[in-house]
């Protein structure tokens, strides 16, 4: 199955590289270090050691990020490689880590490609992210004894049924790894019945609950919220509602939702953050073909204020989310109101921020019902149950209150996966 698999994925390569140009269309960063995606790149000079971590995008680079910062702190002799896939993913990664850790985008599962790869790098251990499994990479580093570890994995019930699909492929995949880290026993199950060996997988939770506000992006987040929430004409202060990593078909619902609430004459401010960057310009022109009066965040970093008649503000900037919602009086999830999964709302949950979603969070549906009975989650399903229980926060202190209380005990009372990962990875790992 993995012969026939990888000869498709040649066949239609023409095609892969045509979405690539594609997608460059848009964000012109796709275009850039194409050769990667080949694994041509420079070997390193270093001769240390070296940790090959996966984590694919922007949610997975965040999430990592206490994961990164524990490797380099507890394995100095080590080289740490992180690849991603996306661009956005990439400019994170450098934006926060720098020339502390290596970086090069992984290559597309071809047998030469990820033969490259590895020979290149020959790491010591790869550490994938959640679900970024790849058949040809997965057995590449068994044939080599590379020992593979997911960390943070998780598996919904959709994705498992498609690998049951293709078994004859997924199957050998899943077993080819040394270890599992579930985030819950639900995806551990599921994990094993896809073909992962039952005693090399263990639930680690999440270790997006390991999540730090540091003392620094505290105090950046009040500096943004003094800038944003201003004074109203009455001199009462905004209340700043923020809807984070929408999707085309929600911000039309957001933008309604809010809409409503400025016709009761509230004073309301809402923050709007696109998921994916190239969408920026395009929402920007709904919010303005609504007739709402809108600042970009890139074009404000360096004022002191927001114009008295802003209402949206336009979050398109990448890697801000976290300082976002320190800003910020209350959270939609976005990804919710279609059915995409939901994203993710433990950082929502770590600053005490009452939260809102729709109904589809099958991505993160542990965090989803620890979050709802606890309180600190409503769900919803149109503008009009929107508007109404966001009029209920701004209307009814005592209610944001006890949901922020509660959320915030939520995304304490759920931390230790990272040090559940670690124990993992050092049974794999010399210390220096």
């Known amino acids: 199955m993995r012969f026939f698999y990888s000869l498709i994925f040649y066949l239609a390569l023409p ?20 050769q990667e995606r080949f694994a041509i790149f420079p070997k390193p ?43 956005t993913g990439s400019a994170l990664l450098q934006e926060r880590f720098g020339e502390y850790v290596l970086h090069v985008y992984l290559p597309y599962d071809l047998p030469d490609a990820m033969a490259r790869f590895l020979d290149k790098l020959k790491p010591e251990i790869l550490l994938i992210m959640e679900t970024e499994l790849w058949p040809n990479l997965l057995a590449a580093c068994k044939q080599r004894g590379i020992p593979s570890l997911l960390l943070n994995g998780r598996l919904s019930e959709r994705s498992a049924r498609g690998y049951q699909r293709v078994s004859g492929l997924s199957r050998p995949m899943f077993a080819a790894l040394n270890g599992v880290y579930a985030q819950t026993s639900a995806d551990r199950e599921r ?10 997988s263990q639930v680690s939770g999440n270790i997006k609950f390991d999540l730090q506000l540091s003392d620094e992006l505290r105090a950046q987040a009040s500096q943004l919220r003094e800038q944003w929430q201003g004074k109203y004409e009455s001199g009462a202060e905004y209340f700043i509602l923020a809807a984070a990593s929408t999707h085309p078909g929600e911000d039309e619902i957001i933008l309604e939702a809010f809409q409503q609430l400025l016709a009761q004459g509230l004073n309301v401010r809402l923050l709007l953050v696109p998921r994916h960057p190239e969408r920026f310009s395009d929402v920007a022109r709904l919010i303005e073909h609504r007739g709402l009066s809108m600042q970009r965040r890139s074009e404000t970093r360096n004022a002191e204020a927001l114009h008295k008649s802003c209402q949206v503000i336009l979050g398109d900037t990448m890697g801000e989310m976290l300082c976002f919602f320190g800003a910020v009086d209350a959270a939609f999830i976005g990804g919710s109101l279609v059915d995409r999964g939901g994203h993710n709302m433990i950082e929502a949950a770590a600053w005490g921020l009452p939260i809102v979603t729709g109904r589809s969070c099958f991505n993160f549906a542990e965090a989803d019902a620890l979050l709802q009975s606890a309180g600190a989650l409503l769900q919803v399903d149109d503008a009009e149950t929107l508007a109404a229980h966001w009029e209920e926060l701004m209307t009814q202190p005592e209610v944001a209150k006890t949901m922020s209380m509660k959320a915030l005990g939520v995304a304490e009372g759920n931390r230790g996966a990272l040090d559940k990962m670690m124990t993992g990875i050092a049974a794999h790992l010399r210390h220096d």
């Open 15 to 34: 095609l892969v590289l045509l979405r690539l140009l594609w997608r460059a269309i848009k964000a012109p960063a796709y275009a850039r270090r194409w």
């Open 191 to 200: 994990f094993i019945a896809s073909g992962a060996h039952a005693e090399q």
């Open 45 to 87: 000079e270093d001769t240390r050691p070296l940790i090959c971590l996966h984590s694919v995008s922007v949610g997975e680079t965040i999430a990592a990020s206490p994961l990164i910062k524990r490797l380099l702190k507890d394995y100095p002799g080590h080289q740490l490689m992180v690849t991603t896939t996306t661009p």
